[in-house]
């Protein structure tokens, strides 16, 4: 969600706006490229919050090693604002504040547990920042928790939903679906939060009136490092589990990563957000759309 909403935000700049792209090698890279926009490599880091004596280290230094690049971009390229998508990104950009004074900005896109290591985190990226942004007030009161007001400049700005791809022309009716099948969709990452497995439930309830509904999951795993905070791949291995036990195997279908999200909506009778926690729900304001 946080790299497509970035890629809609670099495609809205004025003509006058010039943006380049630092991030490691791999898909948003790839996209960008396509885009023509200027993409300089980061050496990134798949650190999490997750304390261990191996990898906290090993993230502490990539993301000083991700900062020293980062500076050097943004001299390099005479930038004049380092816009960072995300906390951790704001701790690279907030080394490379340090090292090559420019205009920072830190979009606040997560919701983090309240503990000593995500104060030290806020506390270092308000700190640094000329302005802090979040996609919502429920993000902004979570960013906030634990500050004082005098130690962050913070504004809330919707996350936008592009209109003309999301439209509610899309939908119509299906004749290849029998007209007693019932299609859910849930769209989202593969990691517990999402709560993919409570759609799973919900859908076994649902087979008691009717049999022939069926649910589509969207998404795939982002985040499956050994430093990663949640085992997201022993996640996705209960879900499939869970769809055998509940004798689902028929009726539910993992597709992966899609292009076709608005089409995908419009074919549904609900889409589904069942999801612990969420900073801001584009695929709520995505459906709601459609």
Known sequence: GAEHSLLTLIAGLPPEVVAGLACPEGPLAEIARERGVEVHLLRGTAGSLRLHPWHTPVALAEIALSGTQLARAARR?????VHANSLRAGLVAGISHRLHRHGLLAHVRDCLPDSTATRMIRRLVAGEADQVVAISEYAAERFRTGLSDRAVSLHVIDDPIDLGRFRARLRGPDA?????????VIVGQITPWKGHDTAIRALHLLHHHRPNARLLIVGEIKFADAATRLD?????AELHQLVRD??????????GEREDIPEAMARADAVL?????EPFGRTVAEAMAV
């Open 246 to 255: 509940l004798g689902l195997s028929d009726a539910v279908e993992f597709v």
């Open 77 to 81: 390229s005479g930038a004049s604002v």
């Open 273 to 277: 957000v069942p999801s612990i926690e």
């Open 232 to 236: 997201n791949r022993g996640y996705l």
């Open 176 to 184: 290849s679906r029998p007209p007693d099948e019932a299609l859910l």
